[in-house]
């Protein structure tokens, strides 16, 4: 089945430590995105790319960091410098920028601090 | 200000009964999308239906439709039947064009929380 896997679904973080969230998609889409959801709150953007080898910063990209190396794939790192990382995650996918295209998305990670 | 208005934080609906959320948003694009996405409590954020701004006729997927106003920058989502399984958060997002100056994601509004009664 093609669709969009997150891993791990609940991840754990230590103060001052640096955490990596996994999103691969078998949908042969172009543009990937990675958003934030806080309780009670709509979807921020984090980072997108459109295409391997290339990301742009979303409406709150500061304390986050991505890659593009493959076109599966699209981590999100959430560094020491995220003072508030308790959030949902997830990750979205769409066959490219058109405005009628609609993302998919994954399953979420729940990021928590320890 | 906001971009996506979502004004009813939760409803409550008997099972069967028809349901009215609401959306209204703002851009200055004249090419534009809007999307419904509904949340269940498992957290995967489920594509519903989809509006273009140059699109005359409302858009409809099964139980639902679209209520596209667009001079009054309005897009309400139409669930006809309600059943036990529409509860859930529901969520309006727009996506603007070339010009819309903003990143190239969804906006998203708060949401609004569905109950479904039997």
């Known amino acids: 089945d093609g669709g969009i896997t997150q891993s791990p679904k609940y991840l754990f973080r230590k103060e001052g430590q640096n955490v990596t969230l996994s999103c691969e998609q078998n949908?042969?889409?172009?543009?990937m995105y990675w958003y934030r959801q806080d309780p009670g709150q709509g979807l921020r953007l984090i980072y997108y790319?459109?295409?391997?080898?290339d990301f742009q910063k979303g409406d709150i990209a500061e304390g986050y960091s991505v890659s593009r190396e493959k076109k599966e794939s699209f981590p999100l790192t959430v560094t020491s410098a995220q003072k508030n990382p308790t959030a949902f995650y997830l990750c979205?996918?769409?066959w490219g920028r058109g405005i009628n295209q609609p993302q998919h998305f994954g399953d979420g990670t729940r990021l928590s601090i320890l | 200000a906001q971009k996506i208005t979502q004004t009813q934080p939760g409803m409550f609906v008997q099972e069967k009964e028809a349901v009215t959320l609401d959306c209204t948003y703002d851009?200055?694009?004249?090419?534009?999308?809007l999307f419904w996405y509904k949340q269940p409590s498992s957290g995967e954020m489920i594509f519903l239906i989809y509006?273009?701004?140059?699109?005359?006729q409302n858009a409809t997927e099964g139980r639902y439709s679209l209520n596209f106003q667009k001079a009054r920058k309005s897009a309400n989502l139409v669930i006809s039947a309600s059943q036990l399984g529409d509860s859930a958060m529901y969520f309006c997002?727009?996506?603007?064009?070339?010009?819309?100056?903003?990143?190239?994601?969804?906006?998203f509004g708060k949401g609004t929380h569905l109950i479904i009664q039997p």
């Open positions: 851009t200055s694009d004249q090419s534009y999308g």
């Open positions: 509006q273009g701004s140059y699109d005359e």
């Open positions: 949908l042969n889409h172009d543009a």
């Open positions: 790319s459109q295409i391997v080898n």
């Open positions: 979205a996918s769409s």
């Open positions: 997002a727009m996506r603007e064009g070339e010009t819309g100056g903003g990143a190239d994601g969804l906006t």
